[in-house]
């Protein structure tokens, strides 16, 4: 059985970010070196105190802003669990359960998502696929999560085993997956974040936050959907839904839906313009290469909460620092409490919005 990062010694942890560092340009990996030392800090005991909002009944969940279950802040470490998006693993289950999902662009036009676990509970998610250079540096800001997929190619795989996260590769590691009747390989791979945290929360703390929230909603420009064109098998819209109070997701003009029938739909679109290069790396039987950015590097920004959007910057300071989102004026924009979906979009594809009322 092996336990990835979790079986290392810090020696060979350095060792193996050393190797891959020396053998890699600009990208994802950007900014690594200055997150090494918190590599090193595996004990759980020696964590920083978590710093939670609180609204007037208590406590408030880091990871969404809404008010922690019973009153207290789930003391275990996230879960980030990579799941397909091409249309034959449609729909997927347990996408509605995650505090934070992001959608990140893949080879070929698809995307595929990190569905992020903390306060709520999915006793189902999947179809879980393989691990993306992309995912290393969204990892490194969840204060040491679980990050559950299955297999990726040998230098996507180093980039893991080095980036400040518990790496479970399915193929190899607990918890036994479920495979669901009726669906078939690769998309058929499944399990529980309960199952998950049984095997591997080792006793850690709650993560940092790494947005803020708010019920009261700043100032922006009302508006009624936001087209985000992958690709053809991944063209999305984002509808505002006054009467539930949420972004509703649209796939292909079809409303998208989890397994069990219910439609998708957030408190919060971030919407993060990065710049992206392709390779060295073959992804795909195809010629695919691999997608990568930096997540250092910053960009433009659009965050839709309440019916409106707010036009402004990205940026982080380390790869151990969590993202910020900044307005025009430079002040931080607070989330809506509830589930954020995270759009990180290529600047070579144009994101467009239209006002309330358009088109209906």
Same mark, same amino acid.
């Given at each position: 059985?092996?336990?990835?990062?979790?079986r290392r010694s810090p020696k060979i942890r350095v060792a193996v970010a050393v190797v891959v560092l020396a053998g890699i340009g600009v990208g994802v990996y950007l900014g690594f070196p200055a997150a090494r030392a918190k590599r090193l800090a595996r004990d759980p005991s020696a964590a920083a105190p978590v710093k939670t909002a609180s609204h007037a009944g208590g406590p408030t969940c880091p990871l969404s802003g809404t008010p922690a279950p019973g009153g207290q802040v789930p003391q275990r470490s996230a879960i980030a669990v990579k799941v397909d998006n091409y249309p034959a693993g449609r729909p997927q289950s347990g996408l509605t359960h995650a505090d934070i999902?992001?959608?990140?662009?893949?080879?070929?036009?698809?995307?595929?998502?990190?569905?992020?676990?903390?306060?709520?509970?999915?006793?189902?998610?999947?179809?879980?696929?393989?691990?993306?250079?992309?995912?290393?540096?969204?990892?490194?800001?969840?204060?040491?999560?679980?990050?559950?997929?299955?297999?990726?190619?040998?230098?996507?795989?180093?980039?893991?085993?080095?980036?400040?996260?518990?790496?479970?590769?399915?193929?190899?590691?607990?918890?036994?997956?479920?495979?669901?009747?009726?669906?078939?390989?690769?998309?058929?791979?499944?399990?529980?974040?309960?199952?998950?945290?049984?095997?591997?929360?080792?006793?850690?703390?709650?993560?940092?936050?790494?947005?803020?929230?708010? &019920?009261? #909603? =700043?100032?922006? *420009?009302? !508006?009624?959907? %936001?087209?985000?064109?992958?690709?053809? $098998?991944?063209?999305?819209?984002?509808?505002?839904?006054?009467?539930?109070?949420?972004?509703?997701?649209?796939?292909?003009?079809?409303?998208?839906?989890?397994?069990?029938?219910?439609?998708?739909?957030?408190?919060?679109?971030?919407?993060?313009?990065?710049?992206?290069?392709?390779?060295?790396?073959?992804?795909?039987?195809?010629?695919?290469?691999?997608?990568?950015?930096?997540?250092?590097?910053?960009?433009?920004?659009?965050?839709?909460?309440?019916?409106?959007?707010?036009?402004?910057?990205?940026?982080?300071?380390?790869?151990?620092?969590?993202?910020?989102?900044?307005?025009?004026?430079?002040?931080?924009? &607070?989330? #809506? =409490?509830?589930? *954020?979906? !995270?759009?990180? %979009?290529?600047?070579?594809?144009?994101? $467009?919005?239209?006002?309330?009322?358009?088109?209906?």
């Open positions: 059985m092996r336990l990835g990062l979790s999902v992001f959608e990140e662009p893949v080879e070929g036009g698809i995307t595929r998502f990190v569905a992020v676990f903390q306060c709520q509970e999915a006793s189902l998610v999947g179809p879980i696929r393989s691990a993306r250079a992309v995912d290393a540096g969204m990892l490194d800001e969840l204060s040491d999560p679980i990050f559950v997929h299955v297999g990726g190619i040998q230098p996507v795989l180093q980039l893991i085993n080095a980036a400040n996260a518990t790496n479970v590769d399915l193929r190899f590691d607990p918890p036994t997956p479920t495979h669901l009747s009726g669906r078939y390989a690769p998309y058929d791979t499944y399990v529980s974040t309960q199952s998950v945290w049984s095997h591997y929360n080792r006793g850690a703390s709650a993560p940092s936050p790494i947005f803020t929230y708010s &019920s009261a #909603a =700043p100032a922006g *420009t009302p !508006v009624g959907t %936001v087209h985000i064109p992958f690709s053809s $098998t991944n063209d999305n819209t984002w509808t505002w839904d006054a009467h539930s109070g949420q972004w509703m997701l649209s796939i292909g003009g079809q409303q998208a839906t989890v397994l069990d029938g219910n439609p998708i739909g957030v408190a919060n679109v971030v919407v993060m313009t990065v710049n992206v290069t392709y390779g060295p790396w073959v992804e795909d039987s195809h010629g695919g290469l691999e997608v990568q950015f930096n997540p250092l590097a910053g960009g433009a920004l659009q965050v839709l909460r309440n019916g409106v959007a707010i036009s402004g910057q990205w940026e982080r300071s380390s790869l151990s620092a969590p993202t910020r989102l900044l307005a025009a004026s430079g002040s931080q924009i &607070s989330l #809506a =409490p509830g589930e *954020t979906w !995270v759009e990180i %979009v290529p600047s070579a594809i144009p994101v $467009t919005t239209t006002p309330p009322g358009a088109g209906s």
